[in-house]
């Protein structure tokens, strides 16, 4: 059904699937994990620590491209927490959306958890399908959700993030990313060009984490497009339901629009198609379905290609080339987006370098591994514009609680903090 409504292929989607299924066994072990800290007070008999709270009823907003998967790290988690949630999928996935709410609301009506006065457990999960105008902005506005949720574009975060903040409530926010690659000489170039090619390929350069920009050493830079070229001749593209296809359709027409736009406006800002481009979606221009090319786009050195800035949700690859690993990272930092990030080496030197407070800025650093492809046990997430949220593994449960602190005095007088002296 995700590859039917969505369109990424079936190893993909099943992979999604089991995305949701290891965050589910995740939440079981973290149900016994909800750890608070006890402190020492400064008062003599008296006991200090914090406790979390569910928040309640938490709102979650999600994207078209992990119309399971995100799901899944907000509501299991919100849910292992104690809240109730309401769901708002994207319009373009309402079926895999009902069919997901449903399979959890028939698992959560055999649970012999609540009291009958409580109501029916099924209800902890409830979906709302509607448009960003009704559906989004009412659940945006509403006190009841002290929590918003929201993955989707940056456009969509200035909105929600303004309006939830606009009545003091909280936001989580998970929006796009720009996602960058850099292959120093000192790297092992199978990988490199398998790690490329599964991050600016896979779904169609419709993950959040898709590589978008490549930044290889001068060294290397010819040996590692021609790679790229071979092995981007060799994506099979079709029906994702296809076990021979590598790369579905896009989501829609106006994807196909921007991808030919985006091309367009790197050619005009000085950027060389090395494979794919306009001319590679106009072959597929007669098929059923958005079909398009990957495609490359090599930037010569010392030009500035300001459509790299921006986050086209499509399969294009920018290449940039580097002399020195700083210029590299600050290329690689130098756009507004910071979810993902790796860096192709060999070097001990060089890897650290990219994790030190003065390499990446992004929610997250791979060391010779793509971009794409996270771990649900860790905390996913990104900074700067990409929102700054953290969910999934990791700590980010405590985004879904209202934490506490307790002070108990036990003894029979009633010291005050910091010593004060009150006496009447
Ligand atoms: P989108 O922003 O168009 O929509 C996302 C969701 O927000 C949808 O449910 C939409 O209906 C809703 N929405 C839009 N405007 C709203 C508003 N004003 N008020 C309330 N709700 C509103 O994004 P999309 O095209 O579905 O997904 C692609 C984008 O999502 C990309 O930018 C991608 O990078 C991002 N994304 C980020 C992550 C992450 O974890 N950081 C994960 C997946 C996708």
Redesign the pocket.
């Known amino acids: 059904m995700i590859s039917l409504e969505m369109g990424k292929i079936r190893a993909e989607a099943i992979g999604e699937v089991q995305e949701a299924v290891d965050i589910a066994d995740f939440c079981v072990g973290l149900s016994r994990q909800l750890y608070g800290l006890t402190m020492h007070s400064e008062r003599p008999r008296h006991r200090m620590y914090e406790q979390w709270h569910p928040l309640g009823t938490v709102g979650v ?6 119309p399971v998967a ?1 799901w899944s790290w907000n509501a299991m988690v919100a849910a292992t927490c104690g809240n109730a949630i309401v769901w ?5 996935t309402p079926l895999v959306s009902i069919a997901l709410n449903n399979l959890v609301r028939r698992v959560m009506s055999e649970q012999d958890i609540f009291q009958p006065d409580d109501g029916d457990p099924a209800d902890v999960f409830t979906l709302v399908i509607g ?2 105008e009704t559906v ?2 009412a ?2 506005d509403d006190r009841r959700l002290p929590l918003i949720s ?7 975060g200035r ?2 993030g303004q ?1 939830v903040a606009g009545r003091l409530g909280r936001c989580l926010l ?4 720009n996602n960058a690659m850099i292959v120093t000489a000192e790297a092992n170039l199978d990988l490199a060009t398998r790690a490329a090619v599964f991050g600016a390929v896979g779904t169609a350069g ?3 984490t898709t590589t978008r920009r490549l930044i290889v050493h001068r060294d290397v830079a010819d040996d590692v497009v021609g790679r790229l070229s071979s092995a981007y001749a060799q994506v099979a593209i079709g029906d994702p339901l296809n076990d021979e296809t590598l790369m579905g359709p896009l989501i829609s027409r106006d994807a196909i629009e921007r991808m030919k736009q985006a091309i367009e406006t790197a050619v005009e800002q000085g950027g060389e198609v090395i494979c794919g481009g306009v001319e590679g979606i106009e072959r597929h221009a007669e098929r059923r379905g958005y079909f398009v090319e990957p495609t490359i786009i090599r930037v010569p050195p010392g030009t500035d290609l300001p459509v790299a800035r921006e ?1 086209t ?1 499509a399969p294009i690859l920018y290449v940039f080339e580097f002399e020195q690993l700083d210029d590299a990272i600050a290329m690689h930092n130098s756009v507004d987006q910071g ?1 993902s990030s790796a860096i192709m080496t060999d070097s001990l030197r060089e890897a650290e370098m990219f994790l030190s407070h003065a390499g990446s800025d992004c929610g997250i650093a791979n060391v010779n591994i793509g971009t794409s492809g996270a771990e649900i046990g860790g905390a ?3 900074e700067k514009d ?2 700054g949220g953290r ?1 999934s593994g990791s700590d980010a449960w405590k985004n879904y609680m209202r934490r506490q602190t307790c002070t108990i005095n036990w003894g029979d007088q009633l010291p005050l903090a910091q010593g004060i002296s009150f006496d009447a």
């Open positions: 907003i999600t994207a078209f491209n992990f995100v708002k999928p994207s319009l373009q448009t960003d989004g902005q659940m945006t929201a993955t989707g574009s940056c456009r969509m909105h929600v309006a998970e929006l796009g990313g419709q993950r959040c986050e949700f979810l996913f997430g990104g990409t929102g969910e």
